[in-house]
């Protein structure tokens, strides 16, 4: 995958995420996508590991995989910066 698709999964996958998830969320617009990126790779590795299956593009295995990842990046995030 090119970088534009990384970063149009990454956006896709963490607003997603932001949305699945209750409460604020500290970050902004970057910060999602920074987090969604992140959450695509994890949550390709453990597709990978669980399913066989992996993030290979914009496609709805993806996706799904790519906001599982973002969920916990986001909760750990959010947990680490989150206000108090």
């Known amino acids: 995958m090119g970088i534009l698709t990384w970063i149009i999964l990454g956006l896709i996958a963490g607003a997603i995420a932001r949305l699945l998830i209750p409460g604020k969320q500290p970050g902004g617009l970057i910060t999602t996508i920074v987090l969604g990126i ?43 910066f989150g206000k108090h």
């Open 38 to 80: 992140v959450g695509a790779v994890i949550g390709g590795y453990i597709g990978n590991a669980l399913l066989g299956k992996s993030v290979t593009g914009i496609n709805t295995t993806s996706i799904i995989l790519a906001v599982i990842g973002s969920i916990v990046v986001i909760a750990i995030w959010s947990a680490i």
